[in-house]
């Protein structure tokens, strides 16, 4: 059973910048890829960013493209998200997920995520 934890939310203005980590424990950190997902009130959770297991292969979704960045340090059993310019629409709960099994495909889906962790509050405002 994989567990993650991600830290590093919290309340941000506007044009400003956030780091979230996610630290996972239990079983091969390497061999999952890992997802960003983000969710705000009302609306369905959606996929923001994605690593594989390599750490060079990434995706990102449309709306936060340019802005954010994902990286990982397997060593470490830590994920990150860069988020950059950060807007009003930004604010949401951010989850990481990880894909057991499929270590090098970036999937997009919730569905594509074995695993998930609790979740932190962003608050960006305007």
């Known amino acids: 059973q994989v567990q993650l934890v991600e830290s590093g939310g919290g309340l941000v203005q506007a044009g400003g910048s956030l780091r979230l980590s996610c630290t996972a424990s239990?079983?091969?950190?390497?061999?999952?890829?890992l997802g960003w997902f983000r969710q705000a009130p009302g609306q369905e959770r959606e996929f923001v960013a994605g690593?594989?297991?390599?750490?060079?292969?990434?995706k990102y979704a449309d709306s936060v493209k340019g802005r954010f960045t994902t990286s990982r340090d397997n060593a470490k059993k830590t994920v990150y998200l860069q988020m950059n310019t950060l807007k009003s629409e930004d604010t949401a709960v951010y989850y990481c997920a990880a894909t057991v099994g499929r270590a090098a495909w970036v999937g997009v889906r919730r569905v594509d995520y074995n695993y998930w962790g609790q979740g932190t509050q962003v608050t960006v405002s305007s």
């Open positions: 690593i594989a297991w390599n750490g060079f292969d990434t």
């Open positions: 239990r079983g091969t950190f390497s061999s999952y890829a």
